[in-house]
Nanobody, 128 residues
């Protein structure tokens, strides 16, 4: 089983920046691994934020974070990062790292939460 450990959340003022980190272990093949970030704000449904195909270069961003957030990976460290800039109060949420091995490829990057099998515990981001 893939295990995910998030870190890097916290409180920041609007306009500030944070970097989230997700460390993955236990996966079988990096070439068929998709990872990314989802978030759930109070009273709202979980939504996708940003995704990356670890075995290649494909990425996905929800429109509300494009040009502000950047997802990247360091395969030597089994890490995926989410650089968040120009944070807004509406970015306040619990952020979850997710991973999927079987339903993932260079030609298909799943974008819904239901398609991801593995989840971290979450890290809180609060923007005031």
């Amino acid at each position: 089983h893939v295990q995910l450990v998030e870190s890097g959340g916290g409180s920041v003022q609007a306009g500030g920046s944070l970097r989230l980190t997700c460390e993955a272990s236990g996966y079988t093949d990096r070439a068929s691994l998709c990872m990314g970030w989802f978030r759930r704000a109070p009273g709202k449904e979980r939504e996708v934020v940003a995704l990356v195909f670890v075995g290649g270069t494909s990425t996905y961003y929800v429109d509300s974070v494009k040009d502000r957030f950047t997802i990247s990976r360091d395969n030597t460290k089994n890490m995926v990062y989410l650089e968040m800039r120009a944070l807004m109060t509406e970015d306040t949420a619990m952020y979850y790292c997710a991973a999927e091995e079987e339903n993932c490829s260079g030609r298909y990057l799943p974008v819904t939460a239901l398609e991801y099998s593995y989840w971290g515990q979450g890290t809180q981001v609060t923007v005031s």
